[in-house]
């Protein structure tokens, strides 16, 4: 990685600072931290929302949530799309009445998978969304949050073989993706593995953003 920049949390929004090329981006975070929350929101638009079809991977959070997340930072802006992969949330019976109920107009649709450890369910359910939005003329941005709860059920060696796949899905149809892992929960090994997959870092370092580029 190279080209090193301070961000101004406050006055700068990240999805500036990554290039054209940028597709996959890893947000290193503390976990339930607020600046992570409002980075999160601001990776999610780097278009004007009504051309954006809007995809989160929830592995931590439940789509409601999520929902309450976008409407709190989003300036009551409505995405084209809004879709969920709903990662081990079974239990959670009202998800899908309420998001679907109380969503952006559209298409909303939450896909259920049994287990953060299910990486084939997983994979499946994220490329469906990916192959049926990729050709609608919208920007296709995703968030997936988050990677430390995926490697809590899956092993490094299986979950650099997903990310490796999803990431090229992602570059491929020219869609935007941001995943969130907190740093303080990983040994360097992990963090140096997984820094490979990605096309630009942004890591919060107590007081702003630390933006590398390839």
């Given at each position: 990685m190279e080209n090193v920049s301070a961000v101004d949390a406050e006055s700068t929004g990240l999805a500036t600072r990554f290039g054209d090329g940028t597709h996959n981006v890893l947000l290193l975070s503390p976990s339930l931290d607020a600046n992570a929350e409002d980075a999160c929101t601001d990776l999610l638009t780097v278009e004007p929302p009504a051309?954006?079809?809007?995809?989160?991977?929830t592995l931590v959070d439940s789509p409601d949530e999520r929902m309450d997340a976008w409407r709190a930072r989003a300036d009551g802006?409505?995405?084209?799309?809004?879709?969920?992969?709903?990662?081990?949330?079974a239990t959670r019976s009202s998800a899908a009445a309420s998001v679907l109920g109380g969503g952006p107009p559209g298409d909303v649709l939450v896909r259920p998978v049994?287990?953060?450890?299910?990486?084939?369910?997983l994979g499946i359910k994220v490329s469906e969304f990916l192959a049926e939005w990729s050709d609608d003329g919208n920007r296709t941005v995703v968030c997936v949050d988050s990677l430390t709860t995926l490697l809590q059920y899956a092993d490094l060696q299986r979950a650099f073989r997903f990310l490796h796949v999803l990431t090229g899905r992602v570059r491929a149809l020219d869609a935007f993706a941001?995943?969130?892992?907190?740093?303080d929960a990983h040994d360097d090994r992990t963090l140096n593995t997984l820094l490979t997959l990605f096309d630009g870092v942004a890591e919060w370092d107590g007081s702003d953003w630390v933006v590398?580029?390839?």
């Open positions: 051309r954006e079809d809007v995809l989160y991977v802006a409505r995405p084209a799309k809004m879709g969920f992969v709903d990662v081990g949330g049994s287990s953060p450890g299910n990486l084939t369910d941001h995943y969130h892992l907190d740093p590398r580029n390839r």
